[in-house]
């Protein structure tokens, strides 16, 4: 199996590099290891990503697989058919139940993480393991049913996120900003178009964004979750 | 109003010489064929096996061809920026849907930390799990 990461990144290597490279990996604060639910077996083996990491600063990949967020993940089989369209890829609404001052998050959400990491890991193998056989892979009308089907608004906003893009690597950061903040009116479920919007000053770029804006864009989400679980329940 | 740079599929182009009149962006065949891959035939604009025929006004009496119509006629999200002189042309609504509902998995070519060129089309033959982060 090939793993491929696809970094949804305007400001390109700049953004990622530190996050991929080893140094990094060496600073990682050990909240990480409650947050990821990794074990202490697992926390001391971190090593940088050995699979291929790719840059796309248009988030070409985003609209061209209906994605809404950053992390979520697509299954691809040997013939180059989706058998899971984009999802969350084993991660939990941390964020929702995270303290703002200390970033600590409460144990009944930990453990709620990890259980939903850990289940989407198992499924994960389970693939790898039995191919076309996995309980895990969905027939073609489920994967067509739960993707998130492109409308006008859609291309529209992805067609703004390219022309941001260009305009951002042109050094129009103010113009790039209205591109991106278009993209973010047109389709303001797209979580990976505003997270981006908010972070295209050169002094932001590469960095978490924590700022009470995010927050308040979190808040207004109610009781919607911000990473809904991988639905499993077609493999019980 | 100048025209110098489009954006049409994942190409870039610059240093063109398009005019915008009203709603008209009139390209050259030679500059329209650079920027979109869509060339002047007998039948119409063609692109791979792709024709569609020169509708009445899309040509001016330069020869040159009307961009923004053929967007309009393909169901184009078209997007400016007068500032600095770009346009950027979208895929159709229904193009997008018609690749992602056929189920097969549509293919990118990105570069990884060192600017090398990677396709999706490459792993053909392996199962793929793809996943998007950001640094933000």
Known sequence: MEFIAVAFDTGGKAAVEARIKSADIAERPPVLARLMGWSPDLWAKQTPPTYLNLIDEAHIVGERYGMVNVPQGVWIDEAGHIVRPAESAGTADMVRHMNRETFEVPDAAVNRGIEIRNTYIEALRDWARNGAASRYILPPAEVRRRMRGPEEADVRAATHVRLGRHLFASGALDRAKHHFDAAVRLCPDKWHYRRQSYMLDPESIGQLNVTPGFWAAVDALGDESFYPPADFSHAQ | ?136
Not at chain 2, 74 to 96: C, H, I, M
Request: hydrophobic share 40%; glycine share 10%; proline share 4%.
């Open chain 2, 1 to 136: 109003m100048a025209v110098s740079t489009i954006l049409y599929d994942d190409h870039t182009t610059v240093g063109l010489g398009a005019e915008l009149d009203g709603d008209h962006l009139w390209l050259t065949p030679a500059d329209l064929q650079r920027a979109t891959g869509w060339t002047l035939e007998p039948e119409g604009l063609c692109r791979g096996d792709a024709c569609v025929r020169l509708d009445a006004g899309w040509q001016d009496v330069q020869g040159r061809v009307d961009l923004a119509a053929l967007a309009r006629h393909l169901g184009q999200p078209v997007v400016r920026e007068d500032t600095a002189g770009a346009w950027a042309f979208g895929a159709s609504v229904n193009t997008r849907r018609d690749q992602l509902f056929a189920l097969e998995a549509p293919d990118f070519t990105l570069p990884d930390l060192d600017g090398k060129l990677h396709s999706l089309a490459d792993f053909r033959g392996k199962k793929v799990f793809m996943f998007s982060w950001g640094s933000y």
